[in-house]
């Protein structure tokens, strides 16, 4: 069915029905420029196949598919080669806009610094077809909160102003989670929380917020475990240090 929707917009389309199949068609990848790779495969692991066709070929788009409600796999994939996502069950609509933006996006590899891959740099990535970067951020003098806007593009589509809105209570509760009144990373903490939450929301819903504003309402189990994340991190380089 993936190959039929591709098939249908003018792509030249082939597929495999494991992994080893897919690297011996692959071979150094002259002759493709994306590969759908789905993490769930028969044999190989999705990303081992993934580290070897970065290994072949750095310039290919790399497009992890899971069926997994979150993004924890993205991390590992984006330090293995891969800066686009698509999240199962998917339309067409999605699977053709996914593939037209990692086409068209300009190719970077992420650089590996261990805070901005905890960050995650979702602004590198696509995700059900969306990409997007930070416009600007402030914080609102009377309510306290941290607002970040972000231009969020898709494909054909015009791009979108998107607002998250992290309230003041939301970052007392981050540092009454973490014991400390003094966070790591500075603003750049809250930026990333504003990150995760809306390329979270992009993941789940391959749409965006309604009204082009998503207001993180409290601190969930996956922005909890992100931030163990984080911590686990900044722990670790200044042991190093």
Avoid at 19 to 36: C, M, P, R
Avoid at 63 to 86: N, P, R
Avoid at 188 to 198: K, P, T, V, Y
Wanted: charged content about 25%; aromatic content about 8%.
């Amino acid at each position: 069915m993936i190959r039929l929707a591709l098939e249908h917009v003018g792509y030249v389309v082939d597929t495999a029905s494991d992994g080893q199949e897919g690297l011996a068609k692959f071979a150094e990848g002259v002759e493709w420029d994306a590969v759908l790779l789905d993490q769930r495969m028969p044999g190989m692991p999705g990303i081992e196949v993934l580290r070897e066709i970065y290994r072949r070929r750095p310039a290919t788009r790399l497009i992890m598919i899971t069926a997994f409600g979150t993004i924890d796999l993205a991390l590992e994939a984006i330090q293995s080669g891969a800066a686009d996502f698509l999240r199962k069950p998917f339309t067409a609509q999605t699977l053709r806009a996914a593939v037209k933006s990692a086409l068209e996006r300009e190719h970077r590899r992420m650089t590996a610094v261990p805070v901005d891959l905890v960050c995650r740099e979702f602004t590198r990535t696509t995700i059900n077809g969306y990409s997007f970067d930070l416009i600007e951020m402030h914080q609102d003098e009377e309510s306290e909160d941290h607002v970040c806007d972000f231009s969020v593009t898709r494909a054909n589509d015009e791009p979108a102003k998107v607002r998250v809105i992290l309230p003041s209570y939301v970052t007392e509760l981050v540092k009454a989670y973490t014991d400390t009144e003094r966070l790591p990373f500075g603003n750049r903490l809250w930026q990333a929380m504003s990150e995760e939450s809306l390329a979270n929301f992009l993941w789940q819903n391959a749409e965006l917020p309604p009204d082009n504003l998503l207001r993180i309402e409290d601190l969930s189990t996956s922005l909890r475990e992100w931030l163990d994340k984080v911590l686990t991190v900044e722990l670790t380089q200044n042991n190093a240090r």
